[in-house]
């Protein structure tokens, strides 16, 4: 029963992580992952360390929460983000996108769609699009075109008290959000993106740094 659980144990990839990152916000409740994917790079352990886990029993570790988007679309529906949300052609045609930052024009950008990510999901799809990657102590929101006509449309990073709307315009698209959520939207549907109040509590075992991190899981 989630009302008695008291952690949750994640055991797989990063997708994994992200599915149980959402049912621990859901019940507020803290969660620890361990990689039995390819990178795991969202997850505290790998194999060789599940003997750690016993010391979530003598409570011998520490939290590290992470901020989370929440995503409205104009049509009503609302999503929790932990990594990212992403508006993407449902086609090969390129798509138009207006972007305002609390009412004031930021840019329209033309392209396969734009990534508004969390400092946690800038080593995901927005640095495979060439977003820059954030420490995640940060609180930010970070705004990653994909494959932009402009050569002057560049990454963006947005103060977490900003709320970010994105206007579609012409060809159908699509929101997902976190890799699983299909949303479609028509012209004129307005995606809005601002900080959630809920954060994902991480558990942390280990004393090992971002930047060792990002280096042992993501540079192969």
């Keep these: 029963s989630p009302d008695k659980a008291e952690a949750i144990l994640s055991l797989g990839g990063d997708g994994t992580m992200m599915r149980a990152a959402h049912y621990a916000v859901l019940h ?120 932009p006509q402009a050569l002057t449309a560049r990454p963006l990073v947005f103060s977490p008290e900003r709320r970010l709307d994105a206007e579609v315009s012409g060809s159908d698209c699509i929101l997902t959000v976190d890799g699983e959520t299909g949303v479609r939207l028509k012209d004129g549907s307005v995606v809005s993106v601002s900080r959630s109040e809920r954060t994902v509590k991480l558990i942390k075992l280990r004393n090992e740094e971002f930047f060792g991190v990002l280096r042992k899981k993501l540079a192969y």
């Design 28 to 147: 507020n409740i803290p969660l620890i992952g361990v990689n039995l994917g390819r990178i795991g790079y969202l997850t505290e352990l790998d194999r060789k360390d599940i003997a750690l886990i016993s010391r979530l029993i003598s409570e011998d570790f520490e939290y590290d929460e992470r901020m989370a988007l929440d995503v409205s679309c104009s049509g009503g529906e609302s999503f929790f983000a932990f990594n990212d949300a992403v508006i993407r052609a449902a086609s090969t045609h390129m798509v138009s996108v207006s972007v305002e930052c609390d009412g004031s024009a930021v840019n329209a950008y033309r392209g396969d769609g734009l990534i508004f990510s969390t400092p946690t999901g800038s080593t995901a799809y927005s640095m495979s699009a060439g977003g820059s990657v954030i420490d995640p102590g940060l609180k930010c929101i970070c705004l990653t075109p994909i494959c």
